[in-house]
């Protein structure tokens, strides 16, 4: 299953604001843009990002409630009963500062649902390992997380884990034709020989506000 159809299953309405709205790149027409699957469901769905570029992209192409603006320290006048962000986390300085933000703009009980590469996914151990000492793809990659310290680190903000699981992520469009290899394998042959431990390369964590 599509990473964006997994998370979709954990948000509750009606609403809701996606931080990191943009991705890596505006993809309106593609399946694994998370943003734009979001609003199907959620139409009055808020949009934050870091880059102005990126949320200029959308705002010509028609989105709207999209804004600029730091995920560890951001300001809305009104209250979330889902925060979601995808791919986001791994990329920030000060992860606990997002957290708190991400609280404060809960309401009672709302729910943070977020998504990180799982570092001990054979993808990563693979990349790390003939890559070395360049052990992540992304150069905007700041910190890995394992599902015992993004525990660790809600358990300190607030959160309570409700849910959490590894999923898998391979987006079959990818320029690179090794990737495409790889990942044809680990989600076909790869099911039947590999462990999901090895073969799911994201954590999924659902949290919820006290």
């Given at each position: ?58 705002i010509d192409l028609g989105f709207e409630n999209i804004f600029v603006g730091n995920a560890e320290e951001f300001i809305f006048d009104k209250k979330f009963d ?129």
């Open positions: 299953m599509i990473r964006s159809e997994t998370i979709i299953k954990h948000v509750i309405g009606p609403d809701v604001l996606d931080i990191g709205c943009a991705g890596h790149k505006v993809t309106p027409d593609s399946p694994y843009w998370l943003h734009g699957r979001l609003r199907e469901k959620f139409p009055s769905i808020f949009g934050l990002d870091y880059s102005a570029e990126n949320i200029k992209t959308m889902t925060i979601v962000a995808g791919e986001l986390i791994e990329h920030l300085s000060n992860p606990g500062d997002f957290m708190q933000s991400c609280a404060n703009h809960l309401k009672p009980g709302g729910r943070l649902v977020l998504t990180t590469p799982y570092a001990f996914s054979l993808l990563y151990i693979l990349y790390a390992f003939l890559k070395f000492p360049k052990t992540c793809e992304n150069d905007e990659h700041s910190i890995w997380f394992c599902p015992q310290t993004l525990g660790e680190l809600a358990g300190r903000s607030g959160f309570n884990i409700m849910f959490w699981e590894l999923i898998e992520d391979y987006e079959f469009d990818n320029p690179s034709f090794l990737y495409r290899l790889f990942a044809r394998f680990v989600t076909s042959v790869g099911r039947l020989l590999l462990p999901k431990r090895l073969r799911h390369n994201v954590i999924l964590c659902v949290l919820q506000w006290e």
